[in-house]
C-alpha cells in the first residue's frame, strides 16, 4: 500500500477537521437536550397518571366483557328460549335463535347443546368475524327448564359425572371492536418499558446508552472523513505527481514527454498546459535547429556559388578561343573542335544555373508576415493557376508541367485570418504543385507506352488537389496528387537541403518550402495522399494565437533581401534506381 503523500495528509487533515467540528458541537448539544429531555420525563407524576390511565383501559375492557356475560344471562332467562329449548322442535328453537340474533348486534352466533355437547340449535348473524377489526367472547349459561315444563319420559337420564341428561346450555359467541383491547395491550407495554427504565436507572440507560452510540458515530465519521479524503485526495495528488515525474526527462532535455491528463478540473488545465507547452517547446526547438541548419547550408551554397562561378567564364572563353583559332583544313578536328565547344558551352550554361539556385538558396530572403486571409489568397492562387495550366499547355516551358495535370482547388469560403508572406507563401505552393507535376510526368514517362489519361488537346498525367481546412488554433492546406508518392525511408530527410531522388532536381526546392513556412510559424510535414500519391500537409497558425504571435515577433535566421530565386531547370542527373525515380524533393 502506498504511503501517502504530505499533499494528501494535508487534505485528508482539512476533510477530517471540517467533518468533525460539526459532529462535536452536535454531540454536545445532543447530550445536554438529552439530559433535560431525561430530567423532565421521569417526573413521578408521570408513572402515576400512566398507571391510572392503564387502570382505565383494564375496567373498560372489563366492563365490555361483564356486559356480554350480563346480556348472556338475560337471554338464557327468556321463557321462550326455555320453552324452545326444551320442546324438541327444531324450526320453533331456529325461530327464537334468529330473533335474539336480530334483537343483539354484538352476538356473532347462538348454540344450544346438551349435556356431553350434542347440538340442540344453532344460529349465524349471517358473516364472518373479521379478526383485524374485532376480538370474540365465548359465553356458557346453562339454560333453566321453563315453569311448569316437566321432562319428557324419552330424555335421557343423568349420568355418573353429575350430567343432567335433560340439561340444555347455551352457548354464546359475542364480538366487540378490538381498537380497545389493542389500546390496552399497547398501553400495559407502555407501561412496562416507562417502569423499566425508571427502576434501571434512567441516566445511565439515557446518557450512557447515547454517549456510546454518540461515540460510534464519531468513530464512524472519523473513518469516513478520512477515507473521503483519500478518495477525493489521491486522484489529484496522482496527477500531480504524473506533472513531477514529467518534469525531470524535460528537465534532461526531452521534450517528447506528454503528461496526458484527463478531466475538467485546475490540475487537468495544468497538465493540457504543461502538454501544450512541451508541444511549442519542441516545435520551437525544432525550427530552431531547422534553421541553423538552413544557415549553415545557405553559407555552404554561397561559397560553392562562388567557388563554381569564377572558372565558368575562362573555361568557357577558352574553349571558344581554341575553336577560333584553329585554320587548319582537317575536317575530323574541326567537327572535334566544334563538338567540344558545344559540350563545353552547354555543361557551362547548366552550372551557371545550378550556381543560380545556390546564389538564390544563399539569399533566400526572410519572410515579411501582414494581416491576411488565407482562404483569399488560396482561391487567388487557384485562378492563377488555373490561367497558367491553359496557357502552358501550348507551350513547351517549365510552365507547361502545369498544363499537363488537373488542378483543383478546395477551398471554403468562410475567411482564414493568418499572418502571412503573401510572395513568399506563393513561392512555396508554387514550388509543392511543380514538384507534384513533376512527379506525375516523370511516373508518366517511365510507366510503359506512356500510360497518360487522353483528354482533348493533350495527355493528362495525373491529378493534383489543393485543399484547406481550419482545425483547432491553425489552418491546413493539404496538397495531393495522385502520382508514385515518397519512399517512406526517405520522409524525414526529403526537406534538407541537396536531398532528392529525382533525376533533374537540385534538392533545393522542399527546402526552401520548408524555410518559408517555419518563418510562418508553421509545420509541414509529408504523408500518404487519400489518391494514392504524395500528401504535404502545411500547417499555419491562425490569426492572434500564441505561436502567430511569436512568429510575428520572430528574428528570422536568413539574411537578405527579398528577390525571387531561380525556378529554371536544373542539371540532369542519373534518376534513382534505374530510370524512374519516385516522388523526390525538386
Known amino acids: 500500500m502506498r504511503i501517502p503523500g504530505r499533499t494528501e495528509r494535508r487534505v485528508v487533515a482539512a476533510i477530517l477537521v471540517t467533518a468533525l467540528i460539526p459532529l462535536v458541537a452536535s454531540i454536545v448539544v445532543a447530550r445536554t437536550v438529552i439530559a433535560r429531555v431525561s430530567a423532565t420525563a421521569f417526573q413521578p407524576e408521570f408513572g402515576v397518571h400512566l398507571d391510572r390511565a392503564l387502570g382505565v383501559y383494564a375496567e373498560l375492557a372489563a366492563a365490555i366483557k361483564q356486559g356480554m356475560r350480563s346480556e348472556a344471562d338475560a337471554i338464557v332467562a327468556a321463557d321462550p328460549l326455555r320453552e324452545a329449548a326444551f320442546t324438541g322442535e327444531a324450526q320453533r328453537l331456529d325461530a327464537e335463535l334468529a330473533r335474539i340474533i ?42 333453566a327448564r321453563a315453569p311448569g315444563h316437566a321432562a319428557e319420559p324419552g330424555d335421557p337420564a343423568p349420568d355418573d359425572g353429575g350430567c343432567d341428561g335433560d340439561a340444555r346450555t347455551l352457548v354464546a359467541t359475542f364480538a366487540a371492536p378490538s381498537a380497545r383491547f389493542d389500546e390496552l395491550d399497547a398501553a400495559q407495554a407502555f407501561a412496562q418499558a416507562y417502569h423499566a427504565l425508571e427502576r ?44 513531477a515525474a514529467a518534469t525531470r526527462p524535460v528537465a534532461e532535455g526531452d521534450l517528447s514527454v506528454r503528461v496526458g491528463l484527463q478531466g475538467d478540473d485546475e490540475v487537468a488545465d495544468l497538465g493540457r498546459a504543461f502538454d501544450r507547452m512541451l508541444e511549442e517547446l519542441e516545435g520551437s526547438r525544432a525550427r530552431i535547429e531547422f534553421l541553423k541548419r538552413m544557415g549553415e547550408w545557405q553559407k555552404m551554397a554561397r561559397h560553392l556559388a562562388h567557388e563554381i562561378k569564377n572558372p565558368l567564364t575562362p573555361i568557357q572563353l577558352a574553349v571558344e578561343e ?10 575530323a578536328y574541326q567537327r572535334l573542335l566544334q563538338t567540344t565547344l558545344e559540350v563545353v558551352e552547354e555543361e557551362v550554361g547548366t552550372l551557371r544555373r545550378l550556381v543560380g539556385e545556390f546564389s538564390n538558396f544563399a539569399r533566400l530572403p526572410r ?11 488560396l482561391r487567388e492562387q487557384g485562378e492563377r493557376f488555373a490561367a497558367v495550366e491553359e496557357a502552358g499547355r501550348e507551350h513547351a516551358s517549365d510552365e507547361a508541367l502545369l498544363g499537363r495535370v488537373d488542378l483543383e482547388f478546395d477551398v471554403p469560403d468562410v475567411p482564414m485570418p493568418a499572418a502571412l508572406d503573401r510572395e513568399m507563401l506563393r513561392r512555396a505552393l508554387g514550388n509543392i504543385v511543380r514538384n507534384a507535376a513533376q512527379a506525375l510526368r516523370d511516373a508518366q514517362r517511365a510507366a510503359p507506352g506512356g500510360g497518360a489519361r487522353e483528354r482533348p488537346g493533350a495527355a493528362v498525367w495525373g491529378s493534383v488537389r489543393v485543399s484547406a481546412r481550419s ?79 511569436a512568429a510575428l515577433g520572430a528574428e528570422a535566421f536568413s539574411d537578405g533581401d527579398r528577390e525571387p530565386a531561380s525556378e529554371g531547370a536544373a542539371p540532369a542527373r542519373p534518376a534513382a534506381r534505374g530510370g524512374q525515380a519516385p516522388r523526390g524533393a525538386g
Do not use: M
Open 367 to 377: 519572410a515579411e508576415l501582414e494581416p491576411s486571409d488565407l482562404a483569399e489568397f
Open 471 to 549: 482545425e483547432g488554433q491553425s489552418h491546413l492546406i493539404a496538397i495531393d496528387d495522385d502520382g508514385p508518392g515518397i519512399d517512406p525511408a526517405v520522409r524525414d530527410s526529403v526537406f534538407d537541403p541537396y536531398v532528392t531522388t529525382r533525376y533533374d532536381g537540385t534538392g533545393l526546392g522542399l527546402s526552401i518550402v520548408k524555410k518559408i513556412v517555419v518563418d510562418h510559424g508553421g509545420t509541414i510535414d509529408v504523408l500518404e495522399s487519400p489518391l494514392g500519391g504524395a500528401r504535404f500537409v502545411i500547417r499555419l497558425p491562425r490569426a492572434g494565437t500564441p505561436a502567430a504571435r
Open 102 to 143: 336480530a334483537a343483539h348486534p354484538a352476538l356473532v352466533s347462538l348454540r344450544v347443546e346438551r349435556c356431553g355437547g350434542d347440538l340442540v340449535g344453532a344460529r349465524e348473524r349471517g358473516r364472518p368475524v373479521d379478526p383485524a377489526h374485532e376480538k370474540t367472547l365465548t359465553v356458557r349459561k346453562a339454560i
Open 322 to 331: 581554341c575553336h577560333r583559332r584553329y585554320a587548319g583544313s582537317d575536317p
Open 200 to 243: 434501571e436507572h434512567r441516566k445511565e440507560y439515557l446518557d450512557e446508552s447515547y454517549g456510546d452510540a454518540f461515540a460510534a458515530l464519531l468513530g464512524a465519521t472519523i473513518l469516513l472523513a478520512i477515507l473521503a479524503g483519500v478518495l477525493v485526495a489521491r486522484p489529484v495528488v496522482d496527477r500531480i505527481a504524473r506533472l
